[in-house]
């Protein structure tokens, strides 16, 4: 079975256009915005290809396929997480396309923009000599900005963390090459699975759709097959028509704003605030 082995609270909302000027805002790229429509209402992913680009390749492949269209959730645990993505429905399933090699840390270049979050790991394990930071909307573990110079692409190593709206690729416990068709959205932190599933992802905007999924056995996370949510429709936003797509921006973390924001956050948890507690917010452009 494949099974896993905000900003203030408006992590989970879309913010508002007074909430900062346009200069902090940058724009979700069309082709990376995966728009999946569920009988729970619209989850709204951004897809990160500089962290998992063979996933996100499978995913735009799947989607623009029709693949996903009525899969069902069918399997999903309160305060972890939400899997879909198995035409079975029994956790066995998949593409029928090869099995994906892992891709568990990824080198991190420039861009998208990361931020350094000092602070932020409330007694999480993480080896000497990196720091804890967001990447565009990926909370990660990575080595700093400034050995990029010593290396030889210009790079560093980095690792997305397992915090609530991360999306990673569901596998087989024996296999970590064995990711296909099926993944996971992240209703809370789960720091055991940092550097053992890839992440692909994150939803920017409204919780909502996961958070109210149907779910399963408080042990298994398997939902019994009546009563279980599906996606209806799952869609690549370029190729919606662009009176239809939906258009998302999401606040820039180099942004001064952002800083405003993260401080805000700080304080207001205190000494639980972790790098879990930041999703930069998104807007969803008329």
């Known amino acids: 079975m494949r099974l896993l082995a905000c900003l203030v609270a408006a992590a989970a909302v879309f913010a508002t256009p007074a909430l900062a000027q346009s200069s902090d805002w940058r724009s979700v790229d069309p082709n990376n915005l995966l728009v999946i429509d569920t009988t729970r209402g619209r989850i709204l992913i951004e897809m990160v290809p500089e962290a998992a680009p063979g996933h996100v390749e499978r995913m735009r492949v799947l989607a623009r396929q029709g693949f996903y269209d009525g899969i069902t959730f069918h399997r999903v645990m309160t305060g972890f997480m939400a899997q879909t993505g198995d035409p079975t429905g029994t956790g066995e399933g998949d ?39 967001v990447y565009g909307v990926l909370p990660v573990q990575t080595q700093p900005d400034g ?32 990711a296909n068709s099926q993944f996971f959205i992240m209703t809370a932190s789960n720091m055991s699975l940092n550097g053992s599933y890839t992440v692909w ?86």
């Open 95 to 133: 593409s029928g396309l090869p099995d994906l090699t892992a891709e568990f840390t990824f080198r991190r270049g420039p861009e998208p923009a990361y931020v350094e979050v000092t602070g932020s790991d409330r007694g999480f394990a993480r080896p000497a000599g990196v720091q804890l930071g």
């Open 147 to 178: 050995q990029m110079f010593a290396t030889r692409d210009g790079r560093v190593d980095a690792t997305a963390w397992f915090c609530p709206g991360v999306v990673g690729a569901a596998r087989t416990a024996q296999n970590v090459n064995s």
């Open 201 to 286: 992802g994150r939803v920017v905007g409204p919780m909502d759709a996961v958070n109210m999924l149907t779910a399963g056995d408080p042990t298994s996370g398997m939902v019994p097959v009546a009563q279980r949510d599906r996606m209806e429709q799952v869609r690549i936003a370029s190729d919606i028509p662009e009176a239809e797509r939906p258009n998302v921006r999401v606040m820039d973390v180099r942004s001064p704003r952002f800083a405003e924001v993260v401080e805000a956050r700080r304080t207001a948890q205190g000494a639980r605030f972790s790098i879990c507690d930041l999703n930069p917010p998104a807007e969803l452009i008329d």
